[in-house]
């Protein structure tokens, strides 16, 4: 897939998701093969773009091409100068938050709010395409509810103000991330425009994102959730999308080696105090599909030192790996 210079190869991308796609897993998730990852929404008011969590989530150094950065607000002119400082900080694609379903964010009528007011979109799509060089993305969802199911509308209207690319999740705004995502409004978007399409909703296996591939007609496919924890699924997908064939999963020792060096990064990216704090989620999406590692997550999440963290997570692959039953002591 082409998005203006860059080619996304292969055409696997991690979703933006606040708060989950900082740089150690965007790095991460590339290097297991998404072609794309796609920074956490980041703020269209420039009085927070000094702030220790901004600075963080503007750090590309050393991020491979391209790097996308995801943006939210509804001020025409202060998401176009948004923008700017970010392209100047690095960025080579600029990505804008039509889809977030969050209160908060659809509140101050940012996020998929902005679905209910076409015009506005167009201007803010035309500001944003307007005040940079590099391609500018999108990303919206079916609709506002499932009376509105209006995402073609926005997409007819995106592609005209100058999008490179559409995703779009296949859920209204009402459904957050309950029941299923549908396809069928993706296909028909799909099947409008001629600038490329990204599917996102429900993808979670290398079968299912072929399937979703083949009824949508899509250049890509937009994965978030499926990867929390499992991020080697872009490579599943990949190889699955190019050989018809199923990898075999990962060895406890590949799980431990991927968790123990994502932990390491996240303590050294964040520092040790919020570095620990913030690898407890990890962990536990780590865990969340094996009822037998609820005992580890609950010990390790006690870990008050990267050193213990490590050490806990390193004994406890270790002991799966060699056929004994973890001994999982107290942490200190």
């Known amino acids: 897939m082409q998005i203006g210079p860059h080619t996304i190869e292969p055409k696997l991308i991690l979703a933006p998701m606040a708060g989950v796609t900082d740089k150690p897993f965007r790095l991460l998730c590339k290097r297991l093969g998404a072609g794309l990852a796609v920074s956490e929404m980041t703020t269209s008011d420039p009085r927070f773009w000094h702030t220790a969590k901004s600075l963080h989530r503007m750090d590309h150094v050393g991020e491979p091409d391209p790097i996308s950065v995801q943006i939210a607000g509804t001020v025409p002119e202060v998401m176009a100068e948004a923008a700017r400082f970010n392209v100047g ?78 995703a779009v999740h296949g859920r209204t705004r009402d459904q957050q991330y309950t029941g299923v995502a549908e396809y069928d409004t993706i296909a028909a978007i799909k099947a409008m425009l001629r600038i490329p399409v990204i599917a996102n909703g429900d993808i979670d296996s290398p079968q299912k994102a072929k399937r979703v591939l083949d009824a949508t007609g899509c250049d890509a496919v937009m994965i978030g959730r499926a990867a929390q924890g499992r991020p080697w699924i872009f490579r599943e997908v990949a190889h699955f999308l190019a050989s018809g064939e199923l990898l075999p999963a990962p060895t406890l020792i590949e799980v431990r080696d991927i968790l123990l060096g994502h932990l390491e990064h996240l303590h050294a990216f964040y520092g040790e105090t919020s570095g620990v704090r913030i690898a407890r989620k990890h962990l536990g999406w780590y865990a969340k599909d094996h009822p037998e590692n609820m005992a580890f997550r609950a010990v390790v999440n006690r870990a008050q030192t990267a050193q213990e963290q490590l050490r806990l997570t390193r004994d406890y692959f270790d002991a799966l790996a060699s056929g004994v039953a973890p001994e999982l002591p107290e942490a200190a």
């Open 89 to 166: 900080h690095g960025a080579q694609l600029i990505d804008i938050n039509m889809g977030c379903p969050a209160k908060k964010v659809c509140n101050a009528w940012a996020g998929s709010a902005l679905m209910r007011e076409p015009l506005l979109v167009a201007r803010i799509v035309e500001a944003v395409v307007k005040a940079v060089d590099v391609p500018v993305t999108l990303k919206i969802r079916t609709g506002w509810d499932a009376d509105h199911r209006n995402a073609p509308e926005i997409a007819r209207i995106a592609e005209d103000a100058g999008i490179a690319a559409l």
